[in-house]
């Protein structure tokens, strides 16, 4: 591709130069940089140009460039972001991805980007409308939907507007309100809450109440008839009607056009890569989705010219709104666009235009700009995933028939080509009760009855130890670090030792070649590394030899370790640690390259040729997760999970983890057990498809890791936080514990039912209750009450304090008298939290509150969340207090909090000089695990080239490989 001074926005220098994102407003019909301060804020009236950069595989910089369409932006500020976005896929080299968004219907990755959600927001620039600054902020009800990523849409402030099958979020001067529909999904009520505490935090300075309101327990919630006062009084309300945001275009069989002089028309025959021209633009329509495909030779002005013939031909479908666009380049294609197709053969990535490219780098460069994402070099694979902890027990079992025969602990260690095996490593990880971790290994010689029998064998153990182990599929040649890293040392021989595999040889009449200590045998030393040790019998042939690597020659009684000139000294010792593995006390020969005797070319079959180059190691790639669905004739379906975090593994769902070298399906509590059952044969399907799309190896390490077992290996893909592991309940109540820290589980009940029951003395406290939460009839609507974003909440003692804690103090008295609470109950308290005010009206009332909490029966029905004005503390400082607990921190926490707080109001701050890992005068007294941290924000972000809050984001395995370039490890 050939690109211009013409065609080279100026706004756009420098752009993609950093990991991170960047926005651009269409502005008098250019491009205009976003203030930091405004990322998220999107107006209605206006058009915008989003740059997401990340690092790809390899280290090269990737690209997503996204134009957002606002409901009530011009046709031709809309035209002008999508021919601005053109150019600046121009400016990275042609090589970004382009996806049109337009407000309401935006795509899964670009709101993964502004977490939790982005606000939609009336006026505009350069609509002329109204700013909603100006105006004055008052109650606003919002519609969430998406159980990863929250769609929010402001609707009117109306009882109409609720229904039961959504998620609605009333925001209010002293109150945020949550009101789950009767038929909404788990998953939504949670992501709300996570929108719930954004508002607080932003608008209302942390400081308001949260109420929880479930549709169809009026009765039975003090709360909702708070809520409904501010909407005039209850009212049924009325079923969902379907309005054109509900239009779902179904996905339809792909079509192919070509896109010739402007003009759209159909391109006949199967749909295969090779049918792609690199000179030419394609349109894919799909249904839900149509690409724009341009092959990587096309100039500018064509796919400027290709934008508008689909914009036009969209317009002639009559497609739905909600009709994706997504514009790719050759070689930089996306999953979904390849699996359209019956072929795509895997082939490494293109060169993506080195012409043009290097007229645009070029370009950049007289014009100041930086080319450091262009030109990036792709570095080896040199990262060591972290290990199992060492020191525990591990059993192994040959497969033999129906039955596994245990394997000797001396010969542990010993894989025969031929045989299948099941391996159980036990051991403990930090203060965890036992952790297991389970596998399978297959060898490639092995038979088909065996490997299935090792499957099941394994499943049922996995079974008996209540589903607890790690559970793992692995193929000889692709054992992955942890796996081997519990063996020491690890040998794979030739041949095999069961039942099944020595009737197959005789069978077929072959010859076998299984290993003993008198036969001729060539064993390859590879790795020293206590991760990579692998020693691997080869055939006895001189052409296998290499310089880097050092050999194990067993011919009858004598056994020669061969010294390659380029093998280590750890390598030498590994392969005398292996003959003595192999053959204990045997005399033992070296022989150093070029050193040999005839007897040894003998062995060998005659000397010959061999090489002298170091083995490559592997490109490290981006992890990706994803969700699945299937088709109708069992094709399995993936969406990938953009940005992804550990709040992305909901307890309900099933997910695939790729990263490439290895495969994990990750299993959630609250899934069916039928549906556990079917783990590894779904993400099978996965592996078969990504086979064919992605050139993954179809004998990847494939693991299945269930809720709240998940090893190291695994985590390391995330920014863990165990804390998330221990909550338990689903989504939503789960995320009520970790958001808002109660300690109690909050019951889901069932939708629309009336569960009060209880005598009738519990009826009287109930009815008290809400008469203390319904306001007089002189009472001011909320609904009239203006609110600013600064607004201050209302004081906790203020109105009916008096009659609410009276109310809760006699249905208090009920509620313990039925149910005491557990003398031992320990509830978590944060360290930071500061001690409740016990003489306080608003403590008072909240450690009544936090008793009624005790019962998990009646938790949902009087009180779901209550955070107290004032003073911010949790539900579990309130059960705390209800349960006569200690009202004042320990001495010790009251130190804690001391020390903690002077060393981030006193953060020191370094030269990146004296902080490196290498450093000729490095600094002391810093904690050294976190170097990164005592570089201040300019220079922290010139050294590890993004800003502090985005590196924190980035999984640890990611931070370290980050902090070890940059010499912070």
Request: aromatic share 10%; with cysteine.
């Amino acid at each position: 591709m050939s690109g211009s001074a013409k065609a080279l926005e100026p706004a756009f220098q420098g752009a993609g130069q950093r990991i991170g994102t960047e926005i651009w407003r269409i502005e008098n019909f250019q491009p205009v940089a976003l203030p930091k301060s405004d990322y998220g804020k999107f107006y209605s009236g206006d058009s915008y140009i989003v740059l997401q950069t990340t690092a790809g595989k390899g280290g090269a910089y990737l690209y997503d460039a996204h134009f957002w369409l606002g409901k009530d932006t011009s046709q031709d500020e809309a035209g002008t972001a999508a021919i601005k976005t053109v150019e600046l896929d121009a400016v990275l080299g042609g090589r970004a991805v382009q996806h049109r968004e337009l407000q309401g219907f935006e795509s899964e990755k670009f709101l993964s980007y502004f977490k939790p959600c982005i606000v939609p927001l009336e006026g505009g620039v350069a609509s002329g409308f109204k700013k909603p600054e100006e105006e004055e902020f008052e109650i606003r009800l919002y519609i969430c939907k998406g159980k990863r990523n929250v769609r929010l849409k402001q609707v009117p402030f109306s009882r109409s507007s609720l229904n039961h099958d959504d998620v609605f979020i009333l925001d209010t001067k002293e109150k945020i309100f949550q009101f789950n529909g009767a038929n909404s999904s788990i998953q939504e009520r949670a992501k709300a809450l996570e929108v719930i505490q954004y508002f607080k935090d932003k608008y209302h300075e942390g400081k308001c109440d949260v109420a929880i309101v479930d549709d169809g327990k009026l009765q039975t919630e003090s709360d909702s008839g708070e809520f409904w006062v501010i909407f005039g009084g209850f009212a049924p309300i009325s079923k969902r009607t379907l309005t054109e945001d509900d239009v779902i275009p179904e996905k339809t069989a792909p079509k192919l056009y070509s896109i010739i002089d402007d003009q759209v028309k159909p391109v006949d025959g199967e749909l295969t890569k090779s049918i792609l021209e690199n000179n030419k633009c394609y349109l894919l329509d799909c249904g839900a989705e149509i690409f724009i495909w341009f092959g990587r030779v096309t100039q500018i002005e064509e796919r400027k010219a290709a934008t508008q013939a689909v914009e036009e031909f969209i317009s002639s479908q009559n497609k739905p709104k909600s009709t994706r666009i997504t514009r790719v380049i050759q070689g930089y294609e996306t999953h979904s666009f390849k699996s359209s197709f019956d072929s795509w053969p895997s082939v490494s990535t293109p060169s993506t235009g080195e012409e043009g490219r290097g007229k645009v780098a070029a370009l950049l460069k007289q014009q100041g700009g930086g080319v450091k994402g262009m030109t990036k070099a792709a570095p080896v694979n040199e990262e060591v995933l972290p290990l199992l902890e060492g020191g525990g027990k591990i059993e192994v079992w040959r497969i033999n028939g129906s039955a596994k025969t245990p394997v000797p602990k001396e010969d542990i260690g010993k894989f025969y080509s031929g045989d299948c095996y099941i391996v159980l490593y036990s051991y403990h990880s930090g203060d965890k009760k036992e952790d297991y971790y389970l596998c399978c290994w297959i060898g490639k010689d092995s038979i088909e009855d065996d490997q299935k029998m090792a499957a099941r064998l394994a499943t049922t153990m996995c079974n008996s130890l209540k589903s607890r182990p790690v559970q793992g599929r692995i193929y000889q040649g692709k054992e992955p670090p942890q796996f081997v890293s519990i063996f020491q040392p690890m040998v794979v021989l030739k041949g095999g030792m069961s039942s099944g595999y020595k009737n197959y040889v005789a069978d077929k009449g072959l010859n076998d070649e299984t290993y003993t200590t008198e036969s001729v045998a060539l064993i390859n030393i590879s790795g020293t590394s206590i991760h990579n040790n692998k020693v691997v019998q080869v055939d006895a042939v001189a052409t296998l030899l290499n310089s880097y690597e050092c050999f194990i020659l067993q011919s009858g009684s004598s056994m020669i370790i061969w010294h390659g000139n380029q093998s280590t000294f750890e390598q030498q010792q590994l392969a005398a640690k292996i003959a003595d593995f192999l053959k204990p006390g045997a005399a033992v020969k070296h022989t150093k390259e070029g050193t040999e005797n005839s007897a040894f070319w003998f062995a060998l079959g005659g000397k010959q040729s061999y090489t002298s180059k170091k083995v490559s190691q592997e490109i490290t790639r981006d992890p990706h997760l994803f969700t699945f669905s299937f088709t109708k004739e069992g094709k399995i379906e993936i969406e990938e999970v953009y940005n992804y975090s550990q709040d992305d593994l909901l307890t309900e769902d099933i997910l695939i983890l790729d990263t490439h070298a290895e495969v994990f399906v990750w299993v959630g509590q609250a899934v069916e057990t039928n549906e556990k059952q079917t783990a590894f044969e779904i993400s099978q399907k996965y592996i078969d498809s990504a086979v064919a799309l992605d050139g993954l190896s179809p004998y990847v390490p494939l693991y299945k890791v269930s809720e709240g077992n998940e090893p190291v290996f695994f985590t390391t893909y995330f920014s863990w936080d165990p804390a998330k592991v221990t909550a338990t309940g689903n989504s939503f109540q789960k995320k009520i514990m970790l958001l808002f820290g109660t300690g109690q589980n909050v019951e889901e009940k069932s939708n629309g039912s009336n569960q009060s029951g209880g005598p009738t003395q519990r009826a009287s406290a109930l009815a008290a209750l809400n008469s203390a939460f319904r306001p007089s009839s002189g009472t001011k609507s909320p609904s009239t009450t203006p609110r600013s974003a600064n607004s201050t909440p209302r004081s906790a003692g203020s109105g009916q304090g008096s009659q609410r804690a009276a109310a809760v103090a006699a249905l208090s008295q009920v509620l313990t008298a039925e149910k005491k609470p557990s003398p031992d109950a320990s509830p978590i308290r944060s360290a930071r939290t500061p001690p409740p005010e016990t003489n306080s009206p608003a403590a008072e009332t909240k450690s009544q509150d936090a008793s009624e909490i005790e019962d998990p029966k009646t938790a949902s029905e009087i009180v779901d969340i209550k955070v107290n004005n004032n003073n911010n503390n949790t539900v579990e400082e309130t059960v705390s207090e209800s349960n006569g607990a200690n009202s004042e921190p320990k001495q010790e926490e009251v130190v804690e909090q001391e020390e903690e707080n002077v060393t981030e109001s006193g953060q020191s701050f370094f030269s990146y000089e004296v902080l490196k890992a290498h450093s000729e005068n490095p600094v002391t007294g810093i904690d050294f695990k976190r170097r990164e941290a005592y570089l201040s924000d300019d220079e922290f972000q010139s050294v590890m080239e993004m800003t502090k809050g985005a590196f924190y984001k980035l999984p640890k395995w990611k931070q370290d490989m980050n902090k070890k370039k940059a010499d912070l490890f």
